[in-house]
């Protein structure tokens, strides 16, 4: 073990002892340590991915308390998270100010900043190995405390917000050797009841993406009822034909409105995808080489919950290398919305990672609405690659 690796060791053994919500002071101890770091900061972004919010670890250790918020637009540290790459300059003593990713699977949680008198190669690429270890250690302490979840909410968040919040997976970005995936939800002014969801297994990738009937809380327990389902279904082996019949019993069983959605399962070894499309808009879809973007003519079921004689079809789409694969939720065409070539757009970001696609997507829409949504926007972009071992 060489000894990058060790000092890698002693630092996941040292944060592990610490209580959980310790972790940048570990982090900041070792570089102190290290390298004589004069200052050591984690910045989290926030849920909207517009503000950051910094903790400090002074000498002694203790976490100071966050500072003032900071707009993300047009600053370093929006290049740092867009780029994925570390950034080095000259703070204003004299020393060297360095900016590292933290970051898990493409997942973008923050920022390491630390400040120092002298950095050459080796420190720059410890104090990257660092903000990676941060990333795993961030990931499993969360589970234990609230000061990360807390850390990324900038403004009150409502009931309906805070349980639509709850429904999304922990990352909302997933890279894998067969595809990379990103997700985002920008919430209306009165929270519109999308979700999306994901999981991995050895040979599938499980995607979903609702819209339940109705606003705030209705909507959002709406949102619940079929979430719950839907992974209680996948759960237990449920193909996305089963997964729909679930979701639509719930729905029937508790008397509570309807919702669309889009289910998939896509084997990994072959690209090869079986859907339900319960009600939704069809997907956008940019073959490798293809200068427009296309939708996906689906056949159209009925969504989740209608009383009525109901059946889904199951679907088959095939994934080929290159392909980009786009879901939404009709807030993306709704009203102001509709202002916006979608499709153009898809094809105009092709060359951008699906985290920052989304994230164009998202703004470009928000912007069209002058700030002020009438539906929750939600969008999946996925890039399949190929099966595992083929060139990305």
């Known amino acids: 073990m060489d000894g990058r690796n060790l000092e890698l060791g002693e630092l996941l053994t040292a944060a592990e002892s610490a209580p959980p919500g310790e972790s940048v002071g570990v982090i900041a101890h070792d570089l102190r340590?290290?390298?004589?770091?004069?200052?050591?900061?984690?910045?989290?972004?926030?849920?909207?991915e517009q503000r950051l919010l910094r903790l400090t670890a002074p000498t002694d250790g203790d976490l100071e308390d966050a500072e003032e918020p900071i707009d993300l637009q047009g600053t370093v540290y929006d290049t740092v998270l867009r780029s994925q790459c570390q950034h080095v300059d000259a703070d204003?003593?004299?020393?060297?100010?360095?900016?590292?990713?933290?970051?898990?699977?493409?997942?973008?949680?923050?920022?390491?900043?630390?400040?120092?008198r002298y950095a050459d190669d080796s420190v720059l690429g410890q104090i990257n190995d660092a903000a990676h270890a941060l990333a795993y250690i961030i990931v499993t302490d969360r589970r234990f405390t609230d000061l990360y979840h807390a850390g990324r909410r900038t403004t009150r968040t409502s009931l309906a917000a805070e349980i639509q919040h709850q429904l999304l997976p922990s990352a909302s970005c997933c890279e894998a050797p067969?595809?990379?995936?990103?997700?985002?939800?920008?919430?209306?002014?009165?929270?519109?009841?999308?979700?999306?969801?994901?999981?991995?297994?050895?040979?599938?990738?499980?995607?979903?993406?609702?819209?339940?009937?109705?606003?705030?809380?209705?909507?959002?327990?709406?949102?619940?009822?079929?979430?719950g389902a839907?992974?209680?279904?996948?759960?237990?082996?449920?193909?996305?034909?089963?997964?729909?019949?679930?979701?639509?019993?719930?729905?029937?069983?508790?008397?509570?409105?309807?919702?669309?959605?889009?289910?998939?399962?896509?084997?990994?070894?072959?690209?090869?995808?079986?859907?339900?499309?319960?009600?939704?808009?069809?997907?956008?879809?940019?073959?490798?080489?293809?200068?427009?973007?296309?939708e996906v003519p689906l056949v159209v079921n009925l969504p989740f919950g209608?009383?009525?004689?109901?059946?889904?079809?199951?679907?088959?789409?095939?994934?080929?290398?290159?392909?980009?694969?786009?879901?939404?939720?009709?807030?993306?065409?709704?009203?102001?919305?509709?202002?916006?070539?979608?499709?153009?757009?898809?094809?105009?970001?092709?060359?951008?990672?699906?985290?920052?696609a989304v994230r164009m997507l998202t703004t470009t829409v928000l912007?069209?609405?002058?700030?002020?949504?009438?539906?929750?926007?939600?969008v999946i972009v996925l890039d399949w690659h190929g099966t595992e071992g083929s060139a990305r």
């Open 33 to 48: 340590k290290r390298f004589g770091a004069d200052r050591v900061s984690f910045l989290f972004v926030d849920l909207m």
């Open 92 to 116: 204003d003593e004299g020393g060297r100010r360095v900016i590292s990713p933290v970051s898990n699977r493409g997942d973008c949680i923050g920022l390491l900043e630390v400040t120092l």
């Open 178 to 227: 067969q595809f990379t995936l990103a997700a985002g939800l920008v919430p209306a002014d009165d929270i519109g009841g999308d979700t999306y969801d994901y999981t991995l297994d050895r040979d599938t990738l499980y995607l979903s993406i609702t819209d339940a009937m109705g606003h705030d809380t209705e909507s959002a327990l709406l949102a619940t009822l079929v979430t």
């Open 230 to 294: 839907l992974r209680g279904a996948r759960r237990t082996g449920c193909d996305a034909l089963r997964q729909a019949h679930r979701a639509h019993e719930a729905l029937l069983s508790h008397s509570r409105g309807l919702a669309t959605g889009q289910l998939l399962c896509i084997r990994l070894d072959t690209g090869t995808c079986e859907l339900v499309n319960a009600g939704h808009p069809w997907p956008l879809r940019l073959r490798a080489g293809a200068s427009e973007a296309e």
């Open 306 to 356: 209608v009383a009525a004689p109901t059946s889904y079809q199951l679907q088959e789409l095939q994934l080929h290398p290159g392909d980009r694969l786009v879901l939404l939720t009709d807030g993306m065409q709704e009203r102001g919305a509709a202002a916006v070539d979608l499709a153009s757009l898809v094809s105009e970001t092709r060359d951008l990672h699906p985290r920052e």
């Open 367 to 378: 912007e069209a609405c002058r700030g002020n949504l009438n539906d929750d926007a939600t």
